[in-house]
């Protein structure tokens, strides 16, 4: 159980740059965009863009990247499900896989929320020095990481954790 939260915080440290945390409080309901179809597009500029109902905006889309069918059944039966479908126009591996969890990260984006809420708010009650530590570990760690990256950009191994960051 701690590996997961170190994990999780690790993650949530990542993202916000090494920035000092702010409590993460959950003060009012969350409100579902429900179940349906969405739509990541990329308009002529290279900008992508989201929305609901692919199905009725496909004149719309000037280069449609990926398509996510989302179901929240977590009080029915436990589960939600997600189906992803990125474009064959969309060419580099690595852009595949950015576009897919780009749209399955932004429509799941509430459960996420309570996801991070319900594990990690209230964490580092009673251990301020323990979280002040790990943070300290997990900057340098990410930085350590990043030397990498940039020290070796043929290798295998550097090329995929990149691919984490981007």
């Keep these: ?26 003060d009012s309901p969350v409100k579902f965009e429900g179940d349906g179809t969405f739509g990541l597009c990329e308009d002529e500029s290279g ?3 989201y929305f609901r109902e692919f199905e009725n905006k496909g004149t719309q ?4 990247m990926a398509i996510i069918k989302y179901s929240n059944l977590i009080n029915e039966t436990g589960w939600a499900f997600v189906e992803v479908e990125v474009s064959t ?18 429509t799941t984006r509430d459960l996420i929320r309570l996801h991070l809420s319900n594990t990690v708010e209230g964490y580092c ?13 997990l900057i340098e760690n990410y930085r350590w ?11 295998h191994y550097w090329i995929q954790v990149q691919h984490v960051f981007i």
């Design 61 to 64: 889309c000037q280069k449609n």
């Design 145 to 155: 990481m990043q030397q990498n990256i940039a020290s070796y950009p043929d290798n």
């Design 47 to 49: 900008q992508m863009y």
């Design 1 to 26: 159980m701690i590996r997961f939260i170190i994990l999780q915080t690790a993650f949530f440290l990542i993202h916000v740059n090494g920035q000092k945390l702010k409590k993460l409080k959950i």
């Design 89 to 106: 126009r969309v060419a580099e591996t690595y852009k595949q896989g950015y576009v897919a969890g780009y749209i399955e990260g932004r």
């Design 125 to 137: 009650n009673g251990a301020e020095q323990f979280c002040e530590d790990l943070t300290k570990y």
